[in-house]
């Protein structure tokens, strides 16, 4: 498989040519032939689940955009982007972006951070966000808006961008290699758990005060709360069975119902994982990466660092462990539930499917709509032993000039219920409000996953759509980005 293999889904024209595509490739991927407008939308309907009411089955992914002051408060491009979540028109805002707990928290000395000086900041988000909203579509009604709380464990990196500062639950031969850690670096301790939840509950406290509807307790792409859920091989109380391994989940929700009761739960989970790919070298060439392959895992069997994957085989999923800990969510009165896969660290292809990879990643070892595909069903099965819980579905963004087309089938089969928008959200917010207005589609500006959006961050600096988005393509960063690129 080449990039250059991977038929581009721009140049096709007509949703029946991309059907005979899917069925070519002999992809799960249901796909209406016509997309329905106003009340007739699938996606127009809202989700009723308890005490929830959500107005319609279009939801706004959390995307962090590094463009944070280095004390963790919003700057004018965090603003520009969270009105541009609200002009999405999706009800559901699932956690607008990574927000960390405390400074050593966060993944980057741009992350947003939660403290006493910054919720002035983090309100004013969620203002302009429902203001746009409002404006796009009349009324702020039935909106579920939550803010992502983060703990980034392996990823930390608060000081510098070019300076990990590790802070593991466990060690991973694999990726401890990659920031040179060796094999007796200290584990965070079991007490330091426990203050880090401390940190969780005093910050939802904060986001119930600022009027947020609920909190993501973030346990997806490899930070702290996924990195434990995987914590197979560590001692005490938060690692080795299962339930160790979930107790900080159920301490946070706990310890959450105390210092923000009635504040709404949801989890962000990386339903299955994947052993880690890199780019291969020998098939790198002219300054392009060459295509991802896994890490070797011969020596690792079975294979103990992850959560949902296959140990036997670490390049497939399990989803065994996932089901019993949507279990757990269930009986612990959780219904909202955004599901992942992977992380951006070490499986890209996994997380965000896309033809170009970012600056720190590797040409697609698959075309890009397998990968689409893999997140869907998971979601589906996920949602059918579920029924009860509410899915918000990732990885869409792929589906370009289509994603109306498949969101409009998946939410209408009940794969999923609610449809989660990420890195379109940076090039065209208002992609499924304009499909579902029955307003025509504006082709420019559909992401066409050309990984801009993590190349700038992983160069220092904000990301944002640089190819479509004229206010980043024509900014200094915008030079900056190329001519780094260039180098
Ligand atoms: C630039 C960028 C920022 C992101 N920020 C976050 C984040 O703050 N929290 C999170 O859970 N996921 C984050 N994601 C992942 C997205 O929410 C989403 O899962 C991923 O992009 C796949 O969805 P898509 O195909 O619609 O882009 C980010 C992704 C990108 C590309």
């Given at each position: ?60 992914q959390p995307m962090e955009g590094w463009d944070g002051t280095t004390d963790g408060n919003p700057?004018?491009?965090t ?16 956690g607008g972006e990574a927000v960390a707990v405390t400074e050593e928290a966060r993944a980057n000395p741009h992350q947003l951070m939660m403290a006493?000086?910054t ?28 803010l992502q709380l983060t703990h980034s464990g392996r990823f930390c990196r608060p000081h510098r961008q070019d300076r990990a500062e590790p802070r593991i639950a ?5 990726l401890?290699?990659r920031v ?8 965070l ?7 880090i939840?401390?940190k969780f509950?005093?910050a ?12 993501d307790l973030k346990h997806c792409h490899g930070y702290l709360g996924h990195e434990l ?39 962000r989970?990386s ?69 992942t896969?992977g992380s951006p660290y070490y499986?890209p292809?996994?997380q965000r ?5 970012p600056?720190d ?92 959006c993590t190349t700038a961050p992983r160069k220092g600096l904000p990301s ?24």
């Open positions: 498989m080449t990039s250059e293999s991977i038929l581009r889904l721009g140049t096709l024209k007509e949703v029946s040519q991309f059907q005979e595509h899917l069925n070519l490739l002999t992809l799960k991927i249901p796909c209406d032939e016509e997309v329905l407008h106003g009340t007739a939308s699938p996606l127009r309907t809202p989700i009723e689940c308890g005490s929830i009411r959500i107005g319609n089955r279009i939801a706004v700057t004018e491009l603003l520009r982007r969270w009105r541009n979540f609200g002009r999405n028109g999706g009800k559901l805002v699932w006493p000086h919720e002035r900041g983090l309100a004013d988000l969620r203002d302009a966000l429902i203001q746009e909203h409002r404006r796009t579509t009349g009324s702020d009604d039935d909106m579920q808006i939550g466990c060690h991973h031969p694999i401890d290699a040179g850690l060796s094999s007796d670096a200290p584990v301790s079991d007490s330091e758990i426990d203050d939840i401390d509950c005093v939802a406290a904060a986001v119930q005060r600022l009027g947020f509807d609920f909190v859920l995987g914590a197979q091989t560590r001692a005490g109380r938060y690692g080795g069975s299962f339930e160790n391994r979930t107790r900080f989940l159920r301490n946070l929700v706990a310890g959450i119902r105390a210092s923000a009761p009635g504040l709404g739960i949801g989890v989970i339903a299955f994982d994947m052993v880690p790919f890199r780019h291969d070298p020998a098939r790198s060439h002219d300054g392009k990466l060459g295509p991802g392959i896994p890490e070797q895992f011969e020596s690792l069997l079975p294979y103990k660092y992850g959560f949902g994957i296959n140990s036997s085989n670490p390049v497939e999923i399990d989803l065994s462990e996932t089901v019993h800990f949507l279990s757990l969510l269930e009986n612990l009165g959780i219904r909202l539930v955004n599901v896969g499986s292809h996994i499917p896309a033809l170009y990879p600056s990643g590797y040409a697609p070892p698959e075309d890009p709509l397998i990968g689409v595909a893999r997140q869907m069903e998971v979601t589906r099965c996920l949602k059918q032993k579920f029924p009860n819980m509410i899915f918000v579905g990732s990885a869409y963004s792929y589906l370009q000039d289509f994603l109306p087309n498949v969101a409009q089938a998946a939410v209408r089969l009940g794969w999923v219920d609610s449809v989660g928008m990420g890195r379109m959200v940076l090039s065209y917010p208002e992609l499924l409000w304009d499909a579902t207005e029955g307003r025509p589609i504006d082709r420019k500006r559909i992401c066409r996953t050309f990984s801009d944002g759509c640089y190819p479509l988005d004229k206010f980043y393509k024509h900014s200094s960063v915008g030079v900056q980005l190329k001519e780094l690129k260039k180098r």
